[in-house]
């Protein structure tokens, strides 16, 4: 394929890795899993709830209530609202960075074979399954959110992996036919000659690549400045963090935040 439709073949690796643009290095760590439901925030130990906080204010440390003098009530209700808007924060970035790999793959498989056709529907129905289970594994309802224990150096590594081998892979068994619908529709130009054929589409190829490539950046850029948001977001909580070791006993051992303070290198 990469010698006889270079063109094609590039476009469809540049949307493949769209979310390259955006990996940013955010040196924090959640070294607990944690789950964001309406009415309480829970922190997870080997699959334990170690510390829970009800309504931002009242606060279980391994099942049991921990009585709060009203400055450390003020940093558990920081903490906690600082975890219920994090959270669902890199839920968008997980799920907004694998979606832009997906619609750019759509479009350009669209593009080729045409909108609606046979071979393309058949692909938006395995992007739009693997959409609902990337979702799943973030989101238990609208208003409910889970993280596993993550090192968020690297967002591509971490939520993009997986879904990028995955596009790959039906792209891959989808390539044969994506092939016949391109020749299919350079043998029904008007053109008199193949040359010309081949040209007119190599000219429409291109033109698709630049607007392709113009879509993906502004969005991946929009993303990383959301990224470097976050880890920055992130870094200030874990000082919250650490003053409600410094005055709550029962948690000092807690530690749900690693983090270093990181400079974003151009």
């Not at 006889?4 to 290095?25: C, F, M, N, Q, R």
């Not at 289970?133 to 993550?150: E, G, T």
């Amino acid at each position: 394929m990469n010698a006889k439709y270079p063109l094609i073949a590039g476009l469809i690796a540049s949307s493949l890795y769209a979310t390259d643009v955006y990996a940013e290095h955010c040196n924090v760590n959640f070294n607990y899993g944690v789950i964001i439901e309406p009415n309480h925030v829970r922190i997870l130990d080997n699959g334990q709830t170690y510390v829970q906080i009800n309504d931002d204010s009242q606060l279980f440390v391994r099942g049991r209530e921990v009585a709060l003098e009203s400055h450390q009530t003020a940093l558990v209700s920081d903490f906690s609202k600082g975890i219920r808007s994090q959270v669902p924060e890199i839920v968008f970035i997980a799920i907004e960075g694998v979606e832009i790999g997906l619609k750019a793959v759509n479009k350009v498989i669209g593009g080729l074979t045409g909108e609606n056709s046979a071979s393309h529907r058949k692909l938006q129905e395995k992007f739009d399954d693997m959409q609902m289970r990337l979702r799943k594994k973030f989101n238990h309802s609208d208003k409910s959110y889970y993280i596993a224990p993550q090192d968020f150096d690297d967002f591509d590594e971490i939520f993009a992996g997986e879904f990028e081998q995955e596009i790959e892979e039906i792209v891959s068994e989808s390539i044969g036919t994506i092939l016949m619908a391109v020749g299919e529709a350079m043998a029904n130009r008007d053109e008199d000659t193949i040359e010309q054929r081949v040209s007119t589409y190599d000219d429409k190829l291109e033109h698709m690549g630049e607007e392709l490539k113009l879509e993906i950046g502004t969005r991946a850029n929009r993303l990383e400045q959301k990224a470097e948001q976050f880890c920055q977001a992130l870094a200030d909580l874990d000082q919250v963090e650490a003053q409600m070791q410094l005055t709550i006993s029962a948690l000092n051992e807690f530690n749900l935040i690693s983090s270093q303070r990181h400079s974003h290198s151009e």
